[in-house]
T-cell receptor, first 116, second 112 residues
Framework: GAVVSQHPSWVICKSGTSVKIECRSL??????MFWYRQFPKQSLMLMAT?????????EQGVEKDKFLINHASLTLSTLTVTSAHPEDSSFYIC????????????FGPGTRLLVL | GENVEQHPSTLSVQEGDSAVIKCTYS??????FPWYKQELGKRPQLIID???NVGEKKDQRIAVTLNKTAKHFSLHITETQPEDSAVYFC???WGAGNQFYFGTGTSLTVIP
């Protein structure tokens, strides 16, 4: 149980285009989902916390208009990188938790984004 | 906010030896402390966790200890094997639904 999927696993795009990444909880309902960014050999940097049916809470320094997050259902959250630039190239990972009664976060496999 | 420090950043041990990774946290309100293992290019996998009402937890070769007074917790891996080689992250959280504050990671290499 507690499986989280992410799609796509990798994507290459041109500067100026938008990229959408999906995060799904496959066998549980995820009240809360988290989006992270990870640079090589570094820790996970939280970008935003997403609760189903409400607006995401962004961490300081993360542009909400650039990284659009939607959590439309209890099993799906999406991250859209708008007008992508090469500096947006990174490894993006989502995680999901069962809800207010469960502390554990289960991570998706990550999406590697390369912006040319 | 919470600040989690993790040491060492790299650790090499001989196969069969023990490995210990230590983390400290700053916020006494944190009450949940998970440990994740991440292999290169893969997702972090939960390997063990501990809650603030427990001082120690063990799962086969892996154990975690928590000292609330000193605000530190440690991961202990005994009888290390080459497949234990990975990056390990500790984290602290205020509990369900709240964000994790991650440590900076420890790259563990087990030498056959």
């Amino acid at each position: 149980g507690a499986v989280v999927s992410q799609h796509p696993s990798w994507v290459i795009c041109k500067s100026g285009t938008s990229v959408k990444i999906e995060c799904r909880s496959l066998d549980f309902q995820a009240t809360t989902m988290f989006w992270y960014r990870q640079f090589p050999k570094q820790s996970l940097m939280l970008m935003a916390t997403s609760n189903e049916g409400s607006k995401a809470t962004y961490e300081q320094g993360v542009e909400k208009d650039k990284f659009l997050i939607n959590h439309a259902s209890l099993t799906l959250s999406t991250l859209t990188v708008t007008s992508a630039h090469p500096e947006d190239s990174s490894f993006y990972i989502c995680s999901a938790s069962h809800g207010t009664s469960q502390e554990t976060q289960y991570f998706g496999p990550g999406t590697r984004l390369l912006v040319l | 906010g919470e600040n989690v420090e993790q040491h060492p950043s790299t650790l090499s041990v001989q196969e069969g030896d023990s490995a210990v990774i230590k983390c400290t946290y700053s916020d006494s309100a944190s009450n949940y402390f998970p440990w994740y293992k991440q292999e290169l290019g893969k997702r972090p996998q939960l390997i063990i966790d501990i809650r603030s009402n427990v001082g120690e937890k063990k799962d086969q070769r892996i154990a975690v200890t928590l000292n609330k007074t000193a605000k530190h917790f440690s991961l202990h891996i005994t009888e290390t094997q080459p497949e234990d080689s990975a990056v390990y992250f500790c984290a602290a959280s205020w509990g369900a639904g709240n964000q994790f504050y991650f440590g900076t990671g420890t790259s563990l290499t087990v030498i056959p």
